[in-house]
T-cell receptor, first 115, second 109 residues
């Protein structure tokens, strides 16, 4: 597709449930980022992939969060045993080059609500 | 970690007025970006600044990269109703963006 695609757009999970969020970056983009955006705040960095390699996961808030990009294209962010504080919009972004200081292209995000 | 202070938090203005918002940081960034986010959408890039002191325009938008590389401002001239949204600054190092908490702009016709 022409842009970054994320699915599902909305997810309601019961506390304790596992969820998986998908990101399809722009075709050919090397770098992929996940961000978490809480209500009323700016996006906060979670993790970064260069092709299939996860180079930085310093922003993942706990070991319940796990991300993968096994073939260097589609990425999945998995949250185990969801908690209410996990409720947020999860944004995926991609950049064409590795580590480039250029702008990222964002998807529309997945709004996760944990009840 | 790195933090950006963005101000003002919100603005209510009349159509036709000019708007100014800014970001400051305790850390140096190699690139400053300004994004706009509308409800239910991801951030969309407005202006990118790559050099300290750089002043860049995009239509009615003008942004500057501070000399110290720790600050940036965004001006919107002659605002129109479709300027409504949340504006984010972001500092960029090695591809990783650090965002401010946004300025919510409301434009009254």
């Amino acid at each position: 597709g022409a842009g970054v695609s994320q699915s599902p757009r909305y997810k309601v999970a019961k506390r304790g449930q596992d969820v998986a969020l998908r990101c399809d970056p722009i075709s050919g983009h090397v770098s992929l980022f996940w961000y978490q955006q809480a209500l009323g705040q700016g996006p906060e960095f979670l993790t970064y992939f260069q092709n299939e390699a996860q180079l930085d996961k310093s922003g993942l808030p706990s070991d319940r969060f796990f991300a993968e990009r096994p073939e260097g294209s589609v990425s999945t962010l998995k949250i185990q045993r969801t908690q209410q504080e996990d409720s947020a919009v999860y944004l995926c972004a991609s950049i064409p080059l590795r580590g480039a200081n250029t702008e990222a292209f964002f998807g529309q995000g997945t709004r996760l609500t944990v009840v | 970690g790195q933090q950006l202070n963005q101000s003002p938090q919100s603005m209510f203005i009349q159509e036709g007025e000019d708007v100014s918002m800014n970001c400051t940081s305790s850390s140096i960034f190699n690139t400053w970006l300004w994004y706009k986010q509308e409800p239910g959408e991801g951030p969309v890039l407005l202006i990118a600044l790559y050099k300290a002191g750089e002043l860049t325009s995009n239509g009615r938008l003008t942004a500057q990269f501070g000399i110290t590389r720790k600050d940036s401002f965004l001006n919107i001239s002659a605002s129109i109703p479709s300027d409504v949204g949340i504006y984010f600054c972001a500092g960029l190092n090695a591809g990783k963006s650090t965002f401010g908490d946004g300025t919510t702009l409301t434009v009254k016709p």
